[in-house]
Every structure is written in structure tokens, then in C-alpha cells.
């Protein structure tokens, strides 16, 4: 069955890390992008970063660039996001998203159930 799991969330404080992992069952990453969102309290859902199934194109939102860094294990089905120098107003619950043939397209068909991540000294 079609899954995406999210995981690796948790409290850390300001400059720590985390690494969040999004392991996907039921499609072949070939054929999808996948995206890390986050939303906070009273905040709209942000994008934060993309990576083709391919791994050949990466983006990323310009409040985490040089900070945050998605990568994509192929054979694990499984795409990640190293977060580091970390800051209170990355407070939120992460989300990953596979988006339809590659990033851009705009069409987020399928959701994982997010995981919270709490920067706070």
C-alpha cells in the first residue's frame, strides 16, 4: 500500500541538528519528487525543500539554504533531510510530500503524517 512515513523529529536546541527521514512504499521514486513542508503555529505551510527521484535536482526555500540538506537513498525508497545550525523559528511539524514527476509541478498527491520538530534552549 502507498505509505509515507516521516520520522527523526524531535527537541533539540538552538545550533543542534536533526536528521528527518521520509521512507515511501508504493512508488517507485523514479517517477516522483519529494518535498519536505513544515507548518508552525499560526504560520501558513511552508515549502522547504525538493529532490527529484533521480536526485539530480535539489531545492531548497532561501531560509535554510547552506543549513538544511535533502539527499534520497534510491534503494531504500527512502529521502532525507539533514538539518543543521539549528534555530527556534525552524519549530514546526515537518511534512514529506510526493509530488507528481518532478518538483514544480505542483501537484502533491500524497502526504506523510509529519513529525515535530522543537528547537528551544
Known amino acids: 500500500q502507498l505509505e ?22 508504493g512508488l517507485t521514486l523514479n517517477n516522483w519528487a519529494i518535498n519536505w513542508f513544515r507548518q508552525a503555529p499560526g504560520k501558513e505551510r511552508e515549502g ?14 532561501d531560509s535554510v539554504k547552506g543549513r538544511f540538506t535533502i539527499s534520497i537513498d534510491d534503494a531504500k525508497n527512502t529521502v532525507y533531510l539533514q538539518m543543521n545550525s539549528l534555530k ?18 505542483g501537484w502533491y498527491n500524497y502526504w506523510g503524517q509529519g513529525t515535530q520538530v522543537t528547537v528551544s534552549s
Open 88 to 105: 527556534p523559528e525552524d519549530t514546526a511539524v515537518y511534512y514529506c510530500a510526493a509530488e507528481a514527476t518532478r518538483c514544480g509541478s
Open 48 to 61: 522547504v525543500s525538493c529532490i527529484s527521484g533521480s536526485g539530480d535536482t535539489r531545492n531548497y526555500t
Open 4 to 25: 509515507l512515513v516521516e520520522s527523526g523529529g524531535g527537541l533539540v536546541q538552538p545550533g543542534g541538528s536533526l536528521r528527518l527521514s521520509c521512507a515511501v512504499s
